[in-house]
T-cell receptor
Framework: ETGVTQTPRHLVMGMTNKKSLKCEQHLGHNAMYWYKQSAKKPLELMFVYNFKEQTENNSVPSRFSPECPNSSHLFLHLHTLQPEDSALYLC??????????????FGAGTRLSVL | DAKTTQPTSMDCAEGRAANLPCNHSTISGNEYVYWYRQIHSQGPQYIIHGLKNNETNEMASLIITEDRKSSTLILPHATLRDTAVYYCIVRAWNTGNQFYFGTGTSLTVIP
């Protein structure tokens, strides 16, 4: 148990569906992250939120829409996805304070399959 | 961030020490060495980090050479549950949010 909970663990959706991934952290951290991990590829950083403000968007297509209502919750809203978006989506959190910024705690991930 | 080089894969016998090397010859003075691991289909797990002194915690030890150009992560008594991909990351704390995990070393602990 890392203190970061992601739901659902598995998701199958069609290309015309709309779904949301949820992440909740119980660590009191003030930074949260979304990563994508495709098969046999390194993790790719998608979005970063610091103190509920989005501070990084790594050229992610608009069919992925993040939302951070407070420092403990992070959502990733999905719509009109493509089959190549099938991947493991990971949420992480950290304390944005010096060296601790780079100690990220990850959830177990959501395995997404787009049909 | 400094580039790191790790072997693609390694095997280790159960109960023996696993020594995972990492080269980071271009490391800067303000960059730390971080180690994470990822067990299959789970999120990465932070293990340990260090600047120049050797570090030890309940999971592992980190040995950093005096010139800081390489380091070794040591799992003192490897178990089957230590089978995972291990990532060595070199990074300063004040250089933005991007955190590049690379391809890491796939460690297989053999019974």
């Amino acid at each position: 148990e890392t203190g970061v909970t992601q739901t659902p663990r598995h998701l199958v959706m069609g290309m015309t569906n709309k779904k949301s991934l949820k992440c909740e952290q119980h660590l009191g951290h003030n930074a949260m992250y979304w990563y994508k991990q495709s098969a046999k590829k390194p993790l790719e950083l998608m979005f970063v939120y610091n103190f509920k403000e989005q501070t990084e968007n790594n050229s992610v297509p608009s069919r992925f829409s993040p939302e951070c209502p407070n420092s403990s919750h992070l959502f990733l809203h999905l719509h009109t996805l493509q089959p190549e978006d099938s991947a493991l989506y990971l949420c992480a959190s950290s304390q944005d304070n010096g060296v601790a910024k780079n100690i990220q705690y990850f959830g177990a991930g959501t395995r997404l399959s787009v049909l | 961030d400094a580039k790191t080089t790790q072997p693609t894969s390694m095997d280790c016998a159960e109960g023996r020490a696993a020594n995972l090397p990492c080269n980071h010859s271009t490391i800067s003075g303000n960059e730390y060495v971080y180690w994470y691991r990822q067990i299959h289909s789970q999120g990465p797990q932070y293990i340990i980090h260090g600047l120049k002194n050797n570090e030890t915690n309940e999971m592992a030890s980190l040995i950093i050479t005096e010139d800081r150009k390489s380091s070794t992560l040591i799992l003192p008594h490897a178990t089957l549950r230590d089978t995972a991909v291990y990532y060595c990351i070199v990074r300063a704390w004040n250089t933005g949010n991007q955190f590049y995990f690379g391809t890491g070393t796939s460690l297989t602990v053999i019974p």
